[in-house]
């Protein structure tokens, strides 16, 4: 990935000769999926779930990219609410956010929307992302496709929307994206996730995955998650319980992205207990090929991104190491290795001297997530010793291969920890 000082320190009984010795296996490892623009490509700070007056949000376009740019976002979509007595993916709507690209050429602005997808009536939501150039057929795709207040409520009406936009939103070959929005707000059991991805999944892998970490991070409760099920650490237990449903997908051979901490801005509050402004909190930094709309949907699509609160983390990268590859394998990339193969798995980090709030910052543990056939586990974890430094360690592949994600912690004081996940990387032992 991107060119960095030599990292010095690894946490953990392992030594340096036996991390060596470890990974002289057979010359069989490959790459079955990689991300093209490892070593070249450029971090960038975005925020993908805003909204504006155009919907139910308080401020204009103009002012909440003005935010985002204040507080480092390099990327910001626009997603205001497909509910039909709304502006979302009005003309108005594309030339307010045309007039954004002009007044900040730097940043990259993507107009999306926020979909009631079917067949839950506007409770269950999704972002959709889109390449400029097909950006104003989502005003198609929100009159005969959104959810909210039909006669009847079909859930093929879903396959239906994901079709008309593989097919309507891709453009030179960049696909739209789709992530399911707050996964676990409306549900008794966040584990009911797995089979509504799953169903998704099955008709189009437009879908990427979760927004992990939930917006609103001002609301009491966390999140605006005041049903059945709560935010653990301030992510949704999708993500945040080991074990629930992204490691449950994950373990089936989906491979699937939650690492996405956008803001789902609609208003500050002069309490301080609705929303942060576009960046000001949440982050999610997307590793990506080219500094435009192309290279953020890319990114996505590919995983090559994490998330994280408070600003407390930069440059994370997760990677694993065996025998007979010719680099490292990222997160979202996919490796086959011989079965009993010893990998290292290794969390690379820089920690910013300050974060949110203004002040002295660190990071307190980090941990990496195994999923295989047994289930899921934290296989290992440890304490950095230095703001910028890795932590890593060995791990034998079973047979079935297994997925790798790795997240760390920061304790604020209180009982509660901000955080950052990053996306899994597979390691496979057979081709299928």
């Not at 107009?111 to 972002?127: D, I």
């Not at 901490?261 to 990506?288: I, K």
């Not at 408070?310 to 190491?321: M, S």
């Not at 304490?383 to 430094?389: C, H, R």
Request: aromatic share 8%.
């Amino acid at each position: 990935m991107v060119t960095r000082p030599a990292i010095a320190v690894v946490m953990g009984a392992l030594c340096a000769l036996a991390a060596c010795s470890s990974l002289t296996g057979p010359e069989t490892s490959r790459f079955t999926r990689e991300v093209p623009w490892y070593g070249h490509g450029i971090w960038l700070k975005a925020d993908t779930h805003i909204h504006t007056r155009f919907s139910d949000g308080a401020h204009g376009v103009d002012e909440v990219v003005a935010k985002a740019q204040e507080f480092g976002c390099d990327v910001v979509a626009i997603t205001d609410h497909t509910d039909g007595n709304l502006r979302a993916a009005t003309p108005e709507y594309f030339d307010a956010i045309d007039a954004a690209r002009k007044a900040h050429p730097e940043m990259v602005i993507l107009a999306g929307v926020e979909w009631n997808f079917p067949p839950w009536n506007g409770e269950e939501h999704a972002t959709v992302m889109v390449s400029p150039a097909a950006e104003r057929r989502l005003t198609e795709f929100k009159q005969r496709f959104d959810d909210l207040g039909r006669a009847s409520h079909d859930a093929a009406l879903a396959g239906d929307g994901l079709r008309w936009l593989a097919d309507n939103g891709t453009v030179s070959g960049i696909r739209p994206v789709v992530i399911h929005e707050h996964p676990s707000r409306a549900d008794a059991r966040s584990m009911e996730n797995v089979a509504n991805f799953k169903a998704l999944r099955q008709i189009s892998d437009l879908v990427i995955g979760f927004a992990g970490a939930p917006g609103h991070q001002g609301a009491r409760p966390i999140g605006s998650y005041g049903y059945r099920e709560h935010a653990i650490d301030r992510w949704d237990p999708v993500a945040a319980r080991v074990g629930d449903a992204w490691d449950t997908l994950l373990g089936e051979g989906l491979d699937i992205w939650a690492a996405d901490a956008p803001s789902d801005f609609h208003t500050e509050s002069p309490a301080g207990l609705h929303d942060f402004w576009p960046g000001e909190f949440s982050e999610t930094w997307l590793y990506a090929p080219t500094r435009d709309a192309a290279g953020v949907l890319q990114a996505f699509r590919a995983g090559s991104f994490f998330g994280d609160h408070g600003r407390i983390v930069r440059k994370v990268e997760f990677v694993i190491t065996a025998g007979g590859l010719s680099r490292p394998a990222m997160a979202g990339e996919a490796i086959l290795v011989p079965p009993q193969t010893t990998i290292r798995a290794e969390i690379r980090v820089e920690v910013p001297a300050s974060a949110w709030p203004i002040g002295p910052n660190r990071l307190d543990r980090v941990e990496i997530i195994a999923i295989d056939a047994a289930g899921a586990r934290v296989a290992a974890s440890g304490k950095l010793e230095a703001p910028d430094t890795a932590f890593s360690s060995s791990l034998t592949v079973p047979v079935g291969g297994l997925a790798l994600r790795a997240r760390g912690f920061r304790d604020v004081g209180d009982g509660t920890r901000l955080a950052f996940y990053t996306n899994p990387v597979r390691v496979k032992t057979s081709p299928e």
